[in-house]
T-cell receptor, first 112, second 109 residues
């Protein structure tokens, strides 16, 4: 079974631009979560989607948004990029709430 | 709010035993997970506790006390490849998974 796939792996943007990251979950997993990981803040929860609905949301500004499609694939969008948005963005999928999250390799976003 | 505390760094010797502690205060509790993350890689699942007690998986064991808001991960017969960050994560009442800052473990020969 294929794992969680994230594209692209690396991305360089400049301040003020916007970016869209993509995540394909493990087949059969309907829950997809997004996390931001930085050396100083660790792994911070962004949001979780289940069956195309946002189920949970972390404490990030409205510039961070996401969506999930009927095939469970998910996208995350960040608008008006800031230098502080430079981070590793990880996507994870799980089969149920009592099941572990399975992580993709992440997208490393650098803002210049 | 959610608060999950772990030591930032630990050092141990190859072949030894190390215990990584995690304390949590969350809005409700629906299980605790431990993950391992090697530098530059994605986190990988190690263990899951939802009831009090010890769960053993080979060289790794995890313990949970819900009344104390406390868990630990025990690594036995340490190997150099165990050098990594270990992340404690709690599922709260809304099933939102919150991670601690992680404990960076360095295993020395």
């Amino acid at each position: 079974k294929a794992g969680v796939t994230q594209t692209p792996r690396y991305l360089i943007k400049t301040r003020g631009q916007q970016v869209t990251l993509s995540c394909s979950p493990i087949s059969g997993h309907r829950s997809v979560s997004w996390y931001q990981q930085t050396p100083g803040q660790g792994l911070q929860f962004l949001f979780e989607y289940f069956s195309e609905t946002q189920r949970n949301k972390g404490n990030f500004p409205g510039r961070f948004s996401g969506r999930q499609f009927s095939n469970s694939r998910s996208e995350m969008n960040v608008s008006t990029l800031e230098l502080g948005d430079s981070a590793l963005y990880l996507c994870a999928s799980r089969q149920g709430v009592d099941q572990p999250q399975h992580f993709g390799d992440g997208t490393r976003l650098s803002i210049l | 709010g959610q608060n999950i505390d772990q030591p930032t760094e630990m050092t141990a010797t190859e072949g030894a035993i190390v215990q990584i502690n995690c304390t949590y205060q969350t809005s409700g509790f629906n299980g605790l997970f431990w993950y391992q993350q090697h530098a530059g890689e994605a986190p990988t699942f190690l263990s899951y506790n939802v009831l009090d007690g010890l769960e053993e998986k080979g060289r790794f064991s995890s313990f949970l006390s819900r009344s104390k808001g406390y868990s630990y991960l025990l690594l036995k017969e340490l190997q150099m490849k165990d050098s990594a960050s270990y992340l404690c994560a709690v599922n709260n009442a809304g099933n939102m998974l919150t991670f601690g800052g992680g404990t960076r473990l360095m295993v020395k020969p």
